[in-house]
């Protein structure tokens, strides 16, 4: 008994001398989590292991500590579908194919729709495993330009108002618009207000995946626009972890193709935590880094966030 207890205490004056060294060299372990999408041939499931992975992080090499498949009710899915209000009304013809894809929608995905609505994500429906109940909340938009204000304050204020806490949940977000800024509408990939839509998804934990869709008014008629729009949706998507859909400057014919590949992906993803060793600034704080991941000895395609959320080891994730 004696002996385990000055085991004890010399482990405990290990552990307070390296928390007390890291304290005083400026150094801090932090813990990031990511989720990352294996594209395997075929319709088979995707298999990734840590070995396959070499990851950076800021620059600096990273430990994987934890890869987990997401299959099955116990990861069950959360997805907002969210709508431009400013979208032409000729998205009409598109509502029967978003019908049929949440008719689709497996049992362990709960699934909403909202609206941009004046810089708001205004929720439609409930997240609802119930097909019917998020079938009443498709409606064609009122094609007002303009009225979303900006399709990023819209998805501020979805991340900072996600309709669940349940942590278990992936939280999906499929974004129908333009792209475009009213507040700026030239390209500007450091636009304040994508970058903020971009810090408040990693945040809130989101995947935002868009489907380029164009808006009403002449503004939002050129090939410039169409650039603009479409270019920084795909930051925001690329940022997260998700995919951006269009097709040249004008609408697509069909959306189905787009949730065929959007249902294939949810079904193949992982949970990637990786730990890093944070100096300077940064060490014991809650921060945005890069990710850089590359998949080795692989046939398939890896899918992964640009950046990812860092949080140092003693703080609990939200």
Known sequence: MKYSRVLLCISAAALFCTAFASAQSGTAQSQGQAILTILP?????????????????????????????????????????????????????????????VQETPSDTKI???????????????????????????????GSAGSSASPY??????????????????????????????????????DPYVQTAIADALHARLV?????????????????????????LSIVSAATGGVSYWQGAGNPIS?????????HRLRNQYLLTVSVSQSGKSAGKTVIASLDLKGTGLSTKIDAPQEILLRPLDLPAK
């Not at 090499?61 to 099955?72: D, K, Q, S």
Request: with cysteine; charged share 20%.
């Open 153 to 190: 304050f819209c998805l501020s204020d979805l991340a900072r108002n996600w309709p669940s806490s349940d942590p278990r949940a992936r939280r999906e977000v499929l974004m129908i618009t333009d792209g475009i800024d009213a507040y700026n509408r030239r390209f500007d990939p450091n």
């Open 41 to 101: 041939k075929g319709g088979e499931f995707g298999t990734l292991t840590p070995a396959n992975l070499r990851i950076k992080v800021d620059g600096k090499p990273a430990l994987v500590t934890a890869l987990t498949p997401l299959r099955g009710p116990a990861n069950p899915i959360e997805l907002v579908i969210l709508i431009d209000s400013g979208a032409r009304t000729s998205l009409g013809g598109q509502l029967g194919e978003l019908t049929h894809f």
């Open 255 to 263: 959306f189905d193709s787009y949730f065929v590949d959007l249902r």
């Open 208 to 232: 935002v995946h868009s489907i380029y869709w164009t808006s009403r008014g002449n503004a939002d008629d050129t090939a410039a626009a169409s650039n603009t729009g479409q270019s920084l």
């Open 112 to 142: 909403a729709l909202a609206y941009m609505q004046n810089g708001q994500a205004v929720l439609a429906t409930p997240l609802t495993s119930d097909p019917a109940q998020a079938e009443r909340g498709i409606h064609i938009p009122i």
